[in-house]
C-alpha cells in the first residue's frame, strides 16, 4: 500500500520524468494525459483538470470542465522506456467535478457504486476476467493475417508467439500481476493470458492495463494485438469468460456443503438474476456490431440463457472449484467491452436476483446446441440477442441494469450503441457485393 510520501519517494528513486495519468471513456478506451513528475504533489492535492466535452460520452461543452484525481494504489511504473532512457509512472484516476463530486459519466465510479451496494448488503465481489486476443502480421490496412498457425496448448515451433506471450507476461509480472497460465488458443494467431481472481476493482483495473500493456508489447514486436471479438470468418472469437463469487467477510458465500452442487441458495439467486437480466447486461457486455458475429452457435460460445455444472454450451457454468473457490464464470462477455460497466451490471443483475430471490430452475446439463427449438422452448431456454440493435432494446426496457449504470452512462451507451448499429446498416459489405452483383 502506498502513502504520499512514499509515492513519491518511488517516482525520485526510479528516475521517473513523466507520469501518465489514465482513465477511461463510456467506451472503455483507455485515455491519458502526461504530466512532469515534479507536478505530482499538485496532482496528488487538487487534481489535474482537463476538457471533459472532448471526451466521448462525458459532458457537453457548457459543462465541460473535469477533474483527474490519481488513485495512489494503482502506481506502476511502465515495462519501457521513454526515449531518453528514463522511466515513465502511470496511474488510474477517477473522474471528478470541480467541485469534487464524483463524475456520474465516470465508469469507475459506476462500479464503486455497485460495490457499495454490495457492501451494504455485507458483501465484497471477486472477479476473475480470461481474455482472448488475437495477434496479426503488421501490415498496411486492416489485414488479419495470423501470426501463427497453432491450436489450442499448441508449443513451438507451431506455436511462434511463444516468446512474445512471455515478454508480456514478464511486463504484467513487473506491474504487480501474478499470472496464473498462458497458452494458444483455440484459432490461429489467438492466445488467452490469465491472471489471478482478485477485487472487481482491481481487476477491472487489470484489464484495462492488460489490454494496454499487451497492445504495446505487439507493437514493439513489429505485430498487431487486436481485442476485437470476431477478427476471422470461420474461427474462433475472443472472448471474457468472468469468473465471479461474493465473499461475506473471509466465506465464499456461493459455497454451501450441504446443498445440491455444494452451492448456496445465494448462488442460485444470483444466476437467477443474471439470468433474467442477460439480455440487457449484453449490451453492455458485448457492445460492438462485431461482438455479435462472435455470438453464434458452433464455436463454444453462449447463445442460449441457462445455466449448468461444467457444461460449456450453458451461458453461466459453475466451475468445479468448492470452498473458497466456489464460483459462476459468465461466458458472454467479450474483451472489447468496457470492464467496469461490465462487472457493474452484472453485479446488479446478481443482487436483484438475491433480493427478490430469483430461483433460476434447475441446471441444464445438456448440449444446449443440440436441442431443437421446440426441448429448447420446453425447458425454457431463452436467446441471447442477435444483433446490437436487439441488445439496446433489451437494455432500454430494464430498469435495474439501467439504474445500475446511472442515467448519464445508459443514455449516452444506447446513443452510442444506435449511432454504430445505424453505420453499420448504411454500409454495403463486400458480401453483399459478392453474393447479389451477377444474379439480380
Not at 441457462?306 to 473458497?324: D, E, K, Q, T, V
Not at 437494455?395 to 446511472?406: K, N, T, Y
Request: negative net charge.
Amino acid at each position: 500500500m502506498y502513502s504520499e510520501e512514499n509515492l513519491l519517494d518511488k517516482i525520485r528513486d526510479n528516475n521517473v520524468e513523466f507520469v501518465r495519468l489514465q482513465f477511461t471513456d463510456i467506451q472503455g478506451i483507455v485515455k491519458n494525459v502526461a504530466i512532469p513528475a515534479n507536478q505530482m504533489g499538485k496532482a496528488l492535492k487538487s487534481g489535474i483538470s482537463f476538457d471533459g466535452s472532448s471526451i466521448e460520452g462525458f459532458a457537453r461543452i457548457q459543462e465541460s470542465d473535469m477533474v483527474l484525481r490519481p488513485d495512489i494504489q494503482t502506481f506502476n511504473i511502465l515495462p519501457w522506456k521513454a526515449r531518453d532512457g528514463t522511466s515513465v509512472g502511470r496511474f488510474i484516476c477517477d473522474v471528478h467535478h470541480p467541485s469534487g463530486k464524483p463524475f456520474e459519466g465516470d465508469p469507475r465510479n459506476v462500479l464503486k457504486r455497485a460495490l457499495a451496494e454490495a457492501r451494504e448488503m455485507g458483501f465484497d465481489m471477486n472477479v476473475g476476467p480470461e481474455l482472448e486476443f488475437f495477434l496479426f502480421e503488421k501490415q498496411n490496412g486492416s489485414a488479419t493475417t495470423p501470426h501463427d498457425y497453432g491450436g489450442y496448448f499448441d508449443l513451438g515451433p507451431v506455436d511462434l508467439a511463444e516468446d512474445i506471450r512471455r515478454e508480456i507476461v514478464k511486463a504484467l509480472t513487473s506491474m504487480d500481476f501474478t499470472i496464473e497460465a498462458s497458452h494458444h488458443e483455440v484459432a490461429r494467431g489467438q492466445h488467452e493470458i490469465d491472471f489471478v481472481y482478485d477485487d472487481a476493482l482491481r481487476n477491472a483495473d487489470k484489464v484495462v492495463t492488460f489490454k494496454y500493456v499487451t497492445k504495446t508489447i505487439a507493437m514493439k514486436e513489429g505485430l498487431r494485438a487486436t481485442f476485437m471479438p470476431k477478427p476471422v470468418y470461420g474461427e474462433a472469437g475472443s472472448g471474457m469468460h468472468t469468473n465471479i463469487s461474493l465473499f461475506r467477510g473471509g466465506e465464499n458465500a456461493f459455497y454451501d456443503p450441504q446443498k445440491p452442487m455444494n452451492i448456496s441458495d445465494l448462488a442460485r439467486y444470483f444466476v437467477g438474476g443474471m439470468l433474467e437480466h442477460a439480455p440487457a447486461i449484453t449490451a453492455v457486455a458485448n457492445p460492438l456490431v462485431n461482438s455479435y458475429k462472435r455470438l453464434v452457435s458452433g464455436f463454444e460460445a453462449p447463445v442460449y440463457i441457462s445455466w449448468s455444472g461444467p457444461n460449456r454450451s450453458s451461458l453461466i457454468r459453475i466451475p468445479s472449484g468448492r470452498g473458497l473457490s466456489t464460483r459462476l464464470e459468465l461466458r458472454s462477455p467479450d474483451p472489447s467491452c468496457n470492464p467496469y460497466l461490465t462487472f457493474a451490471v452484472v453485479l446488479a443483475a446478481g443482487l436483484d436476483g438475491i433480493k427478490r430471490g430469483l430461483d433460476p430452475g434447475d441446471p441444464i446439463d445438456l448440449n444446449v446446441y443440440e436441442l431443437s427449438p421446440a426441448e429448447r422452448e420446453a425447458l425454457g431456454i431463452g436467446l441471447l440477442p442477435s444483433s446490437l440493435k436487439e441488445a439496446l432494446e433489451c437494455l432500454s426496457r430494464d430498469e435495474v441494469i439501467r439504474q445500475a449504470l446511472g442515467e448519464h452512462v445508459f443514455a449516452n451507451l444506447v446513443r452510442l450503441g444506435r449511432l454504430e448499429w445505424n453505420m453499420y446498416n448504411e454500409q454495403v459489405h463486400p458480401w453483399e457485393i459478392e453474393r447479389y452483383i451477377n444474379i439480380i
